[in-house]
């Protein structure tokens, strides 16, 4: 039996990274998942390619979590398929560096959109469904070392994350009487699209000179001597997937090497 063997549970921004980790890691534990991105094909290839190993303990559902309803047709779905919703991750993140002087409304509404309110969207949704089953459940938010301090090239994704942090605190201390537990975690520097990504932007902006120095800066600190891999995450995440965490709720666990010591 696995650590969380027949949990069904919905992970967002699954199509690579970090949330395909987490989905993929779940699986292995006897989970059944659910796969989502706004990506709905290669979100629809991360399921089909665990699929032969998983069965039917896998399945995929196209969504833009700052919408409502597309979040309720991929809860509904998941319903749909394997009965119930046990654990929802909102993990669907964004990021756009920029200098904090020329920050818009247009890159603070991008980020801020998917990070807070598709944070928010997907707690409110997931905890409608668990409160009509009656049975409890597990919400886990995805924030980051940049919900602890900010940083000057990418202040609307710092704030997102700090937003984070709050909205996991709020649903904790709201949903604590649906027997309904909120937490998250925070990553540091991790090995992912998502971080090269990032590197190319800071590079483009004028924030770092060459491909790669920004993620050797920030590397710089981390305690223990190199950047993490998705799979560095995954212990943490099912553990808050799992029965062994149901004593906790409003927390956020920081996995970053001791980048940052809170």
Known sequence: MGR???RVCIVTGAAQGIGRAIGEALLIEGAKVCFADI????VAEVA???RSRFDRQVTS????VTNREQ??????HTVETFGRLDVKFNNAGVNKPMNFMDVTEDNWNFIMGVNGL???IGMQEAARQMIAQGTGGK???TASIASRQGFDNVAPYCASKFAVVSLTQSGARDLAKHDITVTGFAPGVVATEMWEQVDQDLLAIGASER????????SAAILKGRVATPQDITGTTTFLASRESDYMTGQIVMIDGGMTLV
């Open 139 to 141: 919400i886990i938010n």
């Open 71 to 76: 979040v309720r047709a991929m809860i509904a």
């Open 211 to 218: 491909p790669g120095q920004a993620m050797e800066e920030f």
């Open 61 to 64: 559902a196209a969504v833009d």
């Open 4 to 6: 969380v063997s027949d």
């Open 118 to 120: 598709g944070c928010m």
């Open 39 to 42: 990506n709905g094909e290669k």
């Open 48 to 50: 089909e390619a665990n």
